[in-house]
């Protein structure tokens, strides 16, 4: 399993699966979020209200993740994720962790062989860009070290950044991550 960093729009990937920095509605919202709505049409904003009707009446709990199809984006699905949110107090690195693992393991269960991550939590969620990247990193790590890994096609991991900034935070603690970079 190899990771890349790259600067970019995320709804352009064409890559298996890209995943979503949602809100626990599930019924879209700003950033990362608002753009992949937008890119994806109607029908994600649809698929997301079954979703809500039939299995997730609470919503999507914090670090968890689940499936869409991508409708009109370049992807084959979308997953969507919730980061915690800083500004709501939520500063434990272990709900982001279980972001990043949990979509891993969804994207597992689909049989991806490529997916793409935002930052999650990096934006309106409050989070510095070096935590999320060092966070990220880590589940990567530990997910491709697990047996998890070990049945599913997943080869390339992409983080694709918005912003030059956040682009250098992310190629910086990769090159500094032992046995990643
Ligand atoms: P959160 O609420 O989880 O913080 P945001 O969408 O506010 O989510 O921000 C997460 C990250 O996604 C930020 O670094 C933001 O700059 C970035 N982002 C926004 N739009 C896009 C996009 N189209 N592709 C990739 N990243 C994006």
């Known amino acids: 399993m190899r990771i890349e960093i790259l600067h970019g729009d995320i709804t352009a990937r064409k890559v298996d ?7 626990s509605s599930l019924l879209g919202g700003g950033g990362v979020d608002g753009a992949i709505h937008r890119a994806a049409g109607g029908e ?3 698929a997301c209200r079954e979703l809500r009707r039939t299995q997730l009446q609470d919503g ?10 991508a409708f009109r984006l370049p992807a084959r699905w979308v ?10 107090g939520q500063t434990d690195p272990a709900l982001l962790a279980s972001c990043f693992q949990e979509s891993l393991t969804v994207a ?3 049989g991806a062989q490529s997916v793409a991550f ?11 860009a070096r935590q999320v990247a060092q966070v990220a990193f880590d589940a990567v790590g530990s997910f491709s070290s697990s047996g998890r890994a070990g049945d599913s096609p997943l ?5 694709v950044l918005f912003s030059e900034d956040t682009t250098a935070v992310f190629r910086t603690v990769l090159e500094s991550s032992p046995g990643l970079g």
Do not use: K, Q
């Open 108 to 110: 597992a269960g689909l």
């Open 155 to 159: 080869e390339v991991v992409e983080f």
């Open 44 to 46: 994600l904003l649809e």
């Open 79 to 88: 997953i969507h994720t919730v980061g915690p949110n800083r500004h709501a």
């Open 118 to 128: 935002p930052a999650i939590s990096a934006g309106i969620y409050g989070w510095d």
């Open 60 to 69: 999507l709990p914090v670090g968890s993740a689940v499936a869409t199809p």
């Open 17 to 23: 699966a890209i995943v979503n920095a949602a809100n």
